[in-house]
């Protein structure tokens, strides 16, 4: 029998259940990343079309996620078949199709347009860059489309209404913002 202080310790090396808790690690750390820009031409003064405002956002879920399908995508396009050229296994395929969609980079995009005074239309929409979906490499995610009215009397407030095509929903919103 071992002595007492080596069981406290856990020095027992017979235990495959003390050894597996050993070798992980409690703590994880994973890399999120969002790169934006924004362009804005007009000040929102005059009554109409005064304002037109471009954003657009790339984002990478998790890096992790994204360095493993880059490396699946790596050994599907290197496997090759007996006439040399180049293909992706069934298996490999689908078990790259079966991951989470947040490994994929996304690029999201929103484009807005005073109509008239406080009235603007907008177009949300999200596209995600995964070569396994279709043949062009991306495909839309989701498409929104909106108006925003301006209620100067509230203060900083809007009513925004949207639409999802994707979804099938819509909203109608009033939001009270910080002045």
Not at 9 to 29: E, I, V
Not at 137 to 160: M, N, P, R
Request: proline letters at 4%; glycine letters at 6%.
């Amino acid at each position: 029998m071992p002595p007492m202080g080596d069981q406290l310790q856990g020095n027992d090396t017979s235990d495959p259940s003390l050894q597996a808790s050993r070798r992980r690690s409690p703590f994880s750390a994973d890399l999120f990343t969002s790169l934006g820009c924004t362009a804005q031409y007009g000040k929102f003064q005059r009554p109409l079309l005064d304002l037109t405002k471009l954003e657009s956002r790339l984002d990478i879920g998790s890096s992790s996620a994204f360095a493993a399908a880059a490396k699946q995508l790596r050994d599907i396009l290197e496997t090759e078949d007996s006439n040399g050229s180049l293909f992706a296994t069934d298996a490999l395929a689908q078990d790259l199709q079966g991951t989470s969609e947040s490994m994929y980079p996304s690029l999201a995009i929103m484009l807005q347009q005073q109509i008239a005074g406080p009235l603007c239309a907008r177009i949300d929409s999200r596209v995600s860059f995964d070569c396994l979906s279709s043949e062009d490499g991306f495909h839309f995610k989701e498409i929104v489309y909106g108006l925003d009215y301006s209620l100067k009397s509230l203060g900083a407030a809007k009513i925004l209404a949207w639409y999802s095509p994707t979804r099938r929903e819509g909203m109608v919103e009033l939001r009270f913002l910080e002045k």
